[in-house]
């Protein structure tokens, strides 16, 4: 459904008759650190994030994912190996 508060038009699964659903009913603005992003929607007196409603969050374990500013750092190229997760044959 169609934003009908702060990002006003805009496709949004938080948005439904009842209002916005997002925690406190609305997006947050974005951090310092998303200066100079792709994604940042200008409005009146705040800058807030096309892609998340709650901007902290998505800096809160390191540089945001969808960032187009920041590169995300990666961890030396190591590969998760499961264990145990195989389904045996039945007999
Ligand atoms: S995509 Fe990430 S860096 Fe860009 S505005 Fe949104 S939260 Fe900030």
Redesign the pocket.
Known sequence: MQCETIKSGIECTFMSKKGCGFLGGSCKP??D??DG????LKQADQNY????PD?AA??RLGA?G?????KTESKGGETKVRVGQQKQKKK
Not at 37 to 40: A, G, H, L, P, Y
Not at 49 to 52: E, H, K, T, V, Y
Not at 66 to 70: E, G, K, L
């Open positions: 974005i951090l650190k998303c992003c792709e994604r940042i994030c096309l892609s998340f901007p998505k800096w945001c969808m960032a187009t500013h920041a």
